[in-house]
């Protein structure tokens, strides 16, 4: 978040909440607090974060009750208990933001929250009326900074200076091109480089309203952009300087992807029109689930990655071992011959009788080394599955971003639980709002029978167990991992085109959905069983019948028909 969006939520802040009564704080994530205000017939939720890749403060809706148990948040809830926030400054273009509380309106401020939202140097402080610091989200010992320390009970001193100039409105176009001409780099770094408060979406921003976009300007050497288009730039950087100081804040989104808090509806046609915090809320909210579900992507393919080499490591150590195994005979012809010989010595019947004994124990090592062959190759094989179901994550575009989020974060809890793999994860409340579990795909058939696909092993193992009654129909692609497919039929006998739809579903969401057909399996529900010590979702089956089923076909319907069960 750049310092005009610090700014305009700051300025909104001023007016509407000033004073009023702290209530409470949690810390959803390691590096986000969220504290809660009340004022006379309102309550307001505002989200500060001071993660290095995203620092930013937010009025949000009431979120959910997680994370009150944190040192951090317990301190505060403490510490601020009963307490007003009757002051929020912040100077100029600094990215420091100053809350000040007294125990009325009125009264001295005697406890502090500063939050600097400064990139990677981001950071919250809970100070006395002393500035001796209380609490802080990140403490920095001299072996991290030699120029700012950063620990309880020392007294709190400002970040270092920003030497950059600061932006005025009554600088001339000729003092300006100056400054940003030092040194011959693109327009968008001598702006970041010279100016305080400059960001590089705000110069993106500046490309926009002085319409120059067009040409990418602020890509080009400064050295070779003419003083026509550098004073159409000049004219966009005062009417931001001034929006600035008058706090005249407009929240609008242009080129699908950007936001801006300071243009003017004459400036940007906006289709769907909302207030400031509200548009904010929206766009950190979907960008930061987007990024979530990047992480979590990127981290189930690691531990698929990781998991599926020690796997194949494991399997050919047994291998290796099943081969050395066979000589068994070759030992025992040995310690044959040695006591077929005459005459026998002591030193040769204690090395027959070793021979004898190596012979049997690998004789005997070779069914275990089978079982164990058996168990790896299964773990691959489930391994293969996961891999299959998180590639199927993707398949339908349109989907909430929170439920893929979800889905990510069982499946990766059950390649933890199945695998043994201990990840870090943070202190939750116990008393925490109930999780909400995924919910299988269903859609209807041409004739309306209810159609229901997992997306997950636990999911799998629902529909083919629990969900489902006798006279159902189960559908898998052959010998592909991919998703159970539930066709409930139980209801009301099932047509062809039904079978041929929960055939192509079963199709789209297997590994073999990138092939024009794909065999199917198809079971009664009757003959269907749970392996023994298997996983959530591992099945037997009997009398299956093969149908075809088309990927294609599959999606095109889905993408007609899709729900969800409650």
Not at 155 to 164: A, F, Q, R, T
Not at 303 to 312: D, L, P
Not at 377 to 382: A, I, P
Not at 388 to 398: D, K, P
Request: glycine residues 4%; hydrophobic residues 35%.
């Amino acid at each position: 978040m750049d310092i005009t969006s610090i700014r305009s939520v700051l300025h909104y802040l001023t007016k509407n909440i000033l004073p009023t009564k702290f209530e409470t704080a949690q810390q959803p994530e390691p590096n986000t607090i969220q504290l809660c205000f009340r004022g006379v017939d309102s309550q307001t939720w505002l989200e500060v974060s001071w993660n290095g890749d995203s620092p930013r403060i937010l009025k949000i809706n009431k979120p959910e009750k997680i994370g009150r148990e944190s040192t951090l948040s317990k301190q505060i809830r403490y510490g601020l208990k009963y307490m007003a926030l009757i002051s929020i400054n912040q100077d100029n273009f600094e990215r420091v933001i100053k809350f000040g509380f007294a125990k009325k309106p009125g009264d001295e401020i005697s406890r502090y929250l500063i939050f600097e939202l400064m990139g990677k140097h981001s950071n919250i402080f809970y100070l006395d009326n002393k500035h001796k610091i209380i609490a802080v989200g990140k403490q920095i010992n001299s072996s991290k900074s030699s120029f700012r320390t950063i620990l309880t009970g020392s007294i709190y001193s400002d970040p270092p200076v920003n030497l950059k100039k600061q932006p005025r409105e009554d600088e001339s176009f000729q003092s300006w091109k100056e400054s940003i001409s030092t040194v011959p780099e693109s327009l968008k770094y001598c702006l970041i480089n010279t100016y305080q408060g400059v960001s590089p979406s705000l110069t993106k921003q500046l490309e926009v309203v002085s319409k120059t976009s067009y040409s990418e300007i602020m890509e080009k050497n400064i050295d070779f952009i003419s003083d026509a288009n550098l004073k159409e730039i000049f004219i966009s950087w005062k009417i931001w300087i001034n929006r600035f100081k008058n706090n005249n804040f407009n929240f609008s989104i242009f080129n699908k992807f950007f936001y801006c808090v300071w243009f003017s509806d004459k400036e940007i046609k906006c289709v769907n029109k909302i207030d400031l915090c509200t548009g904010l809320e929206n766009y950190y909210d979907y960008h930061l689930k987007q990024k979530k579900l990047e992480f979590l992507e990127k981290k189930i393919e690691g531990m698929i990655f990781k998991q599926t080499n020690n796997e194949k490591k494991n399997l050919n150590v047994q291998y290796d071992l099943l081969s050395k195994s066979e000589n068994y005979k070759v030992y025992k012809e040995k310690a044959d011959k040695i006591f077929s010989t005459n005459p026998l010595k002591k030193q040769d019947i204690i090395r027959g009788q070793k021979l004898y004994k190596k012979s049997k124990k690998l004789k005997r090592s070779r069914e275990l080394i089978k079982e164990r062959l058996n168990i790896y190759k299964t773990n691959l094989d489930r391994l293969d599955e996961f891999n299959t179901l998180l590639e199927n994550i993707n398949s339908l575009n349109h989907e909430d971003l929170i439920v893929k989020i979800k889905l990510l974060e069982e499946i990766m809890e059950e390649i933890c639980n199945e695998f043994n793999i201990h990840l870090k994860r943070q202190r939750e409340d116990k008393k925490s709002s109930s999780e909400i579990q995924s919910s299988p795909i269903q859609v209807d058939t041409p004739s309306g029978l209810k159609l229901q696909v997992g997306r997950n092993m636990r999911q799998n193992d629902l529909i083919s167990f629990k969900f489902s009654k006798k006279g159902d129909l189960w559908f898998h692609a052959q010998e592909s991992p991919g998703s159970h497919v539930v066709l409930k039929s139980s209801s009301q006998a099932a047509s062809e085109q039904d079978l041929q739809i929960a055939a192509d579903l079963a199709a789209l969401f297997s590994k073999a959905k990138r092939n024009i057909k794909v065999p199917i399996n198809l079971v009664k529900i009757k003959d269907l069983q749970k392996i023994k010590k298997g996983g959530p979702g591992c099945v037997s089956f009997k009398n299956v019948e093969i149908i075809w089923g088309n990927p294609t076909r599959g999606e095109d319907y889905i993408k007609k028909n899709l729900k969800t069960v409650n």
